[in-house]
């Protein structure tokens, strides 16, 4: 079993119950690779649609190296993006488990009328998404342009041609303010789309809950991460065609996380 108990949400102030947010529920270690199971079942089951959309990503992942090949510093933007709006850009997969899930045929047509259904509220936290990415770009590019004195399209090219003790402490920073980002889009992101989807939770109460469930379950949740890590990695040195399978999959698997996670 991957749950073992319901959390209810409590306002520190008053100490009853919160009325922004769901109820979530602690899980134990394991609960991911449950996920990960549950997710390839419905890979399985809709295999076609599964590999439609996973190819789907795989060519846009192409395109941007097409078009940023050019610039490290260019491309390193660009797919950091990318993995920033992953759980953005699946959530076509959630609106599939979920019609799966209710025993309804999964197909085009019946993700788009679900996610048009919430389209206003995915589209403000996509919006979210999209502020967080340009703060990415702007720290980043800060921190660059301090150690080079001036920003230079061709600056990161520099860096990785004369590696010394400063380039390498500039190269740590740049790698860490990633990390704080994209750990501020996992946290805020982990349930929040697949409640939005399933409830048409308002987008503070979803990013709210995605926090609490993140919290109540920190071990596991760190699993998690790193699982996506690993799947992202295996995709990037695989020429982006891992994505074509495990795009699909950490979808599927991302709401199975939600139904265990959030009380309902």
């Known amino acids: 079993m991957a749950i073992t108990q319901d959390r209810p949400i409590y306002s520190p102030e008053t100490?009853?119950?919160?009325?922004?947010?769901?109820?979530?529920?602690?899980?134990?270690?394991?609960?991911?690779?449950l996920w990960l199971q549950k997710g390839w079942a419905d890979f399985l089951r809709i295999p076609g649609l599964s590999l439609l959309y996973g190819?789907?990503?795989?060519?846009?992942?192409?395109?941007?190296?097409?078009?940023?090949?050019?610039?490290?510093?260019?491309?390193?933007?660009?797919?950091s993006g990318v993995l920033l709006a992953g759980p953005f850009?699946?959530?076509?997969?959630?609106?599939a488990a979920r019609d799966m899930e209710a025993g309804r045929p999964a197909t085009i047509g019946g993700s788009v009328?679900?996610?048009?259904s919430v389209a206003f509220r995915v589209s403000l936290i996509g919006v979210?998404?999209?502020?967080?990415?340009?703060?990415?770009l702007r720290v980043s590019s800060i921190v660059v342009a301090l150690h080079y004195a001036a920003f230079k399209p061709d600056a990161m090219q520099l860096a990785l041609a004369n590696l010394d003790w400063?380039?390498?402490?500039?190269l740590a920073l740049y790698l860490g303010i990633g990390f704080f980002f994209a750990a501020l889009v996992f946290v805020t992101m982990a349930v929040a789309l697949p409640l939005v989807l399933d409830r048409k939770a308002d987008p503070v109460s979803a990013v709210v809950t995605s926090v609490r469930a993140v919290n109540a379950n920190r071990v596991a949740m760190l699993y998690w991460a790193f699982l996506i890590?690993?799947?992202?990695?295996?995709?990037?040195?695989?020429?982006?065609?891992?994505?074509?399978?495990l795009f699909p999959?950490?979808?599927?698997?991302t709401w199975h996380s939600y139904r265990d996670l959030v009380v309902g």
């Not at 100490?15 to 690779?33: C, I, K, S, T, Y």
């Not at 890590?229 to 399978?245: D, E, K, N, R």
């Open 89 to 95: 850009m699946a959530v076509g997969l959630y609106a």
């Open 55 to 79: 190819f789907l990503s795989v060519a846009g992942c192409y395109l941007m190296y097409l078009w940023s090949k050019d610039s490290l510093a260019l491309m390193l933007g660009l797919f």
């Open 166 to 170: 400063g380039t390498l402490s500039v």
């Open 229 to 245: 890590t690993a799947a992202t990695v295996v995709s990037l040195a695989t020429a982006f065609l891992g994505f074509a399978v």
């Open 15 to 33: 100490g009853q119950p919160d009325r922004v947010g769901f109820a979530v529920r602690e899980v134990e270690l394991a609960a991911p690779l």
């Open 113 to 116: 009328r679900t996610i048009a």
């Open 128 to 136: 979210f998404l999209v502020f967080v990415y340009l703060a990415w």
């Open 249 to 253: 999959l950490l979808g599927y698997a």
